[in-house]
């Protein structure tokens, strides 16, 4: 396969393998897979976005050649409301690195309502979509096209970013892990959008919170808060969300605290949906732990002492619970602490402290 697209796709992958011990921030990382990718795969235009690595909601991204803020809202508006045949979403759920709309339609990309209704009318063509993942968690996404009457996605060029694909999710996750200068965090905000995601009110802390988190050329607000705001939308008018999630999202901002993105429409008198309300607020301890397990690759063993330990539990009470020795409970908790950077209990507890890190 690397013989068939030459050296430039072997150096690429060794490029791209060397990112896992780079300094790079997870936004700019993924800038520069993108870089890399482009040389081997041609492409007409790209959407690179990193996730919610549990539920594989967008939260920020970049996009080669934009086709315009409309367009954009279109293919957001798109994956969320409408069934299609390769939906990030179910990708994630399914476990899926790579594949392309005319594999997934038996080579009928017209069944598509994402082809007719917004590529073919834009001028694309060939879809690929790819997901960076490690295990179960979904690190960043991306989704290329070609113009139309240009050549499909082929065998080769699938097969090498399904290769890549892992070792840009190991990297992703480690730039996700590194530690950050302690900060802290701004109460909870709040904004309340029209119809169409604009900003009619917004608090002060709403507005700083919009300051740190990553912004996708294009949209004049966060994708995390356009993607929440559209799945509540997407709930309250009764139509079958691709994300199984509620309407939240968490994301990792580059001072290391974790922001929790959630949403629900309101509605009038009559019951009527109107506007949405978006609240962004720094994750508490219970939506913390998932992440950090992904994060920092926490077997689930060290999954459970890492919630007994937060619970306050002795260590002897804690070694009864779990059925194992003292000696097996103190190994247990040595890579804890090494996979999460702390030496104690007291800063263990503090990493799950809202806006710590």
């Known amino acids: 396969m690397t013989a068939v697209l030459g050296t430039r796709a072997t150096a690429a992958r060794e490029a791209i393998a060397s990112l896992t011990g780079s300094s790079l921030a997870p936004l700019e990382l993924l800038e520069e897979v993108r870089s890399r990718v482009a040389r081997v795969v041609p492409n007409e235009t790209g959407a690179w976005m990193l996730s919610d690595p549990q539920t594989a909601m967008p939260t920020s991204g970049i996009r080669d050649r934009p086709l315009g803020l409309e367009f954009m809202r279109r293919c957001v508006e798109h994956e969320v409301f409408v069934p299609d045949f390769v939906p990030f979403a179910r990708l994630h759920r399914a476990g899926v690195v790579a594949t392309t709309l005319v594999r997934a339609t038996d080579g009928r990309p017209e069944l598509s309502a994402g082809y007719r209704e917004v590529y073919d009318p834009a001028g694309l063509g060939p879809e690929l979509r790819m997901l960076f993942r490690t295990g179960s968690a979904t690190w960043a996404m991306a989704c290329l096209h070609r113009a139309a009457g240009e050549p499909e996605f082929d065998d080769d060029e699938l097969a090498w970013l399904q290769t890549i694909a892992p070792e840009v999710g190991r990297a992703l996750r480690a730039a996700t892990a590194r530690p950050a200068e302690p900060r802290a965090a701004w109460a909870p ?4 959008l029209d119809d169409r995601g604009a900003v009619e009110y917004s608090t002060g802390a709403a507005d700083a919170w919009l300051g740190e988190i990553p912004t996708t050329d294009g949209f004049g607000l966060p994708l995390a808060v356009v993607s929440v705001a559209l799945q509540a939308r997407a709930e309250a008018l009764g139509a079958a969300p691709a994300y199984e999630a509620p309407a939240q999202a968490r994301v990792r901002l580059d001072s290391g605290i974790w922001l929790y993105v959630h949403a629900a429409v309101l509605r009038d008198a009559r019951g009527e949906p109107t506007r949405t309300a978006v609240m962004l607020e720094p994750a508490d ?21 890492t919630e007994m330990l937060l619970a306050g539990l ?8 779990l059925s194992i020795s003292r000696h097996t409970l103190r190994d247990h908790c040595k890579a804890i602490f090494a996979k999460l950077g702390v030496a104690s209990r007291p800063e263990l507890t503090a990493r799950f402290l809202p806006g710590v890190r």
């Open 285 to 305: 301890r219970s939506q913390l732990l998932p992440l950090l397990v992904e994060v920092h690759g926490l077997s689930e063993r060290e999954r459970q002492v």
């Open 189 to 192: 905000g709040m904004l309340v």
């Open 314 to 321: 002795p260590t002897n009470e804690l070694a009864a619970r």
